[in-house]
């Protein structure tokens, strides 16, 4: 897989050895026991896979390189090149501007974009309507084009079904950019509509097994559908894709979910399911299943609290937190600065968002075990950063670099 170049103030040396000891030692990928750090009174056991993707190493790659190959231009990005509120706010302070927030809301007029200017389209990709708009007024969008690869392989699955004559049923977050990313390039191909979650999908099936009336579903779904979309006819053949940062397992339950209204309702076998219902399970992102896949293995482990480090409005992050929350007391924090002592730690909500101070969230134990995963566009040194603000509130058997060490 191809390297990329990420400014060295998002690496970290130790968890640089700890992942290059663990590829070497688990080259198929096949092992997701985390990798226990011991101090003594304080062992960390941090996920087999966290941290930057292929998407957003390549994203952060062409941005910065796009900063020092267009000096004197002014620089825009569409919105957040990632959902990490660091790797954004170092873009803002080299002078780039973001021209919409996450959910789409202007900030800059795009009436005040020229050919003359740069613009970046992030990491979870944009919208036809946009991208035709900015190569309208002369913009390069290509040459700064940013969008994750697998976020890519979703469009072009997409519209590889759709030639077959599949509609598409997108799972995702409405409002997040990729998902309005994706439904906007699928749309275009053939009859698609969004849903959130099983519980969507279960009202979903119900139109198609003909439950509830046809009127409802234009009001349940609204702003949902493609223009035209005739849910009288346009669920009789179809395929589920999803925004990639969503729980693989959910997508997969969803399709697994409908497939079996779908094979219900027509009668189908195994064996002719796929003249109503397409096969889509390639269009999952490794990265998203490495690293959840990396968290249930880290849950086997007899902790006390786990610690989610990412962007409080990153979809995979949150999913992370999710499945971690499940198991045991689990705290989202976007820096090392939200663990104020031993005592104390500001947590987000992954669901609502809400901010809470947290107190005695280490228990008064030893050793104390503590499981650490980040999502997929938080830098390695936030990782080291929090560990090490950890590793300051104990008397240890071993210092940070001995730890190190032990992984070189």
């Not at 997508?251 to 109503?276: C, F, G, P, R, S």
Request: glycine letters at 4%; hydrophobic letters at 35%; charged letters at 25%.
């Amino acid at each position: 897989m191809k390297q990329f170049n990420v400014p060295n103030i998002y690496n970290s040396s130790l968890i640089s050895s700890i992942k290059n000891k663990r590829k070497q030692e688990d080259k198929l990928k096949k092992d997701f026991t985390p990798t226990l750090l011991d101090f003594g009174s304080l062992q960390i056991y941090l996920a087999r896979h966290f941290g930057f993707c292929y998407g957003v190493e390549n994203a952060i790659e062409i941005a910065f390189n796009t900063i020092e190959e267009n000096k004197g231009k002014r620089i825009f990005l569409l919105s957040e090149m990632i959902h990490n509120p660091q790797v954004n706010k170092d873009l803002l302070e080299r002078g780039v501007q973001f021209l919409q927030d996450t959910y789409g809301k202007q900030i800059i007029p795009f009436e005040t974009i020229t050919k003359n200017d740069v613009v970046v389209i992030p990491a979870f990709g944009t919208t036809v309507e946009i991208e035709q708009m900015l190569v309208a007024k002369g913009i390069q969008v290509e040459k700064y084009n940013t969008t994750c690869p697998f976020v890519e392989k979703v469009w072009n699955r997409s519209q590889q079904i759709a030639a077959k004559g599949y509609s598409v049923v997108v799972h995702g977050k409405p409002k997040h950019e990729e998902t309005r990313a994706t439904f906007s390039r699928v749309s275009q191909h053939t009859p698609t509509v969004v849903i959130n979650d099983m519980k969507e999908a279960v009202e979903l099936g119900k139109y198609i097994t003909g439950e509830k009336s046809v009127d409802e579903f234009y009001v349940e779904f609204k702003g949902r559908y493609s223009e035209g979309f005739d849910i009288t006819k346009d669920l009789h053949r179809f395929g589920v894709v999803n925004q990639t940062t969503q729980l693989a397992t959910d997508t997969q339950a969803i399709a697994d979910y409908l497939k079996k209204v779908v094979k219900k309702n027509y009668e189908l076998t195994n064996e002719n399911i796929h003249e109503h219902f397409a096969d889509t399970k390639d269009t999952l992102c490794y990265a998203t299943n490495d690293n959840q896949t990396a968290v249930i293995g880290m849950l086997q482990t007899d902790a006390d609290i786990a610690i989610v480090v990412g962007g409080y409005n990153s979809s995979n992050t949150s999913h992370l937190v999710e499945l971690c929350e499940a198991k045991l007391p689990t705290y989202f924090i976007n820096n090392a600065d939200k663990i104020l002592s031993k005592s104390e730690i500001i947590n987000c909500n992954w669901r609502t968002k809400e901010i809470t101070t947290v107190n005695n969230f280490i228990p008064q134990k030893e050793p104390v075990k503590i499981l650490i995963t980040s999502g997929a566009s938080c830098p390695d040194a936030m990782v080291e950063a929090v560990i090490e603000k950890l590793v300051s509130f104990f008397s240890l058997d071993k210092s940070l670099e001995e730890v190190e060490n032990l992984f070189k």
